[in-house]
């Protein structure tokens, strides 16, 4: 099952959500486009809507996981969901986008695929082996997360990751190039976080 988790970023949601199901986390119920299936939070960022018919699920405030923590659990255990995708991770406060990204590798840690869809950018956190369909010439930036992580091999990238270990401390994967068709790496060890920066249509 295919979990869309939408997030407090404080403005409107403008890519096309397409999910089994929806969390709104508090206040991205706000910014949510379509009616959300679940209502999950402390509403510490929105009042408790009387229309809402969908799923409430309320925390006290007083907790030690963020919205969108308890939202991937949710998606896990209580919707048996395979593939969670996050929009609302960018444009909010600082913090909550570095979290946002702790997040996203929590879901692959339960055994999610994991992925977000924000403006003009598609993120992806990458374990083993991945691959993405790209136009020629998009952006294409592989950073590690949450520690040290090894690219054993890549395919159509203008620059080659080859047994590359990438640390917290530099930034080797910034800024790569597509070929175009379909990119490939296989992450050796660790996790990365993938940007693909959309080419615009004219």
């Not at 096309?16 to 960022?45: N, T």
Request: glycine share 10%; net charge negative.
């Amino acid at each position: 099952m295919k979990v869309a988790i939408v997030l407090n970023c404080g403005k409107l949601i403008e890519r096309k959500i397409c999910a089994d199901k929806i969390i709104c986390c508090d206040g991205g119920y706000l910014w949510c486009p379509v009616p959300p299936d679940v209502l999950l939070g402390d509403f510490d960022s929105l009042d408790m809507p009387d229309d809402f018919e969908g799923v409430i699920v309320k925390h006290d405030s007083h907790k030690n996981a963020s919205d969108g923590e308890l939202a991937v659990y949710y998606a896990k255990e209580a919707l048996g969901a395979d593939e969670v995708v996050f929009y609302g991770v960018l444009g909010g406060r600082y913090d909550h986008t570095l979290c946002n990204f702790a997040i996203m590798r929590l879901a692959t840690d339960l055994g999610m695929a994991a992925s977000a869809q924000e403006d003009g950018v598609n993120l992806y956190l990458v374990r083993g082996e991945f691959d993405l369909p790209t136009q020629k010439g998009e952006t294409i930036s592989i950073l590690p997360l949450g520690g040290n992580a090894i690219v054993n091999c890549s395919k159509n990238l203008e620059y080659p990751l080859e047994d590359l270990l990438l640390t917290a401390s530099d930034s080797r994967g910034l800024s790569n190039v597509s070929k175009g068709g379909k990119v490939h790496i296989s992450v050796k060890a660790g996790a990365v976080l993938v940007f693909r920066y959309l080419q615009k249509v004219m």
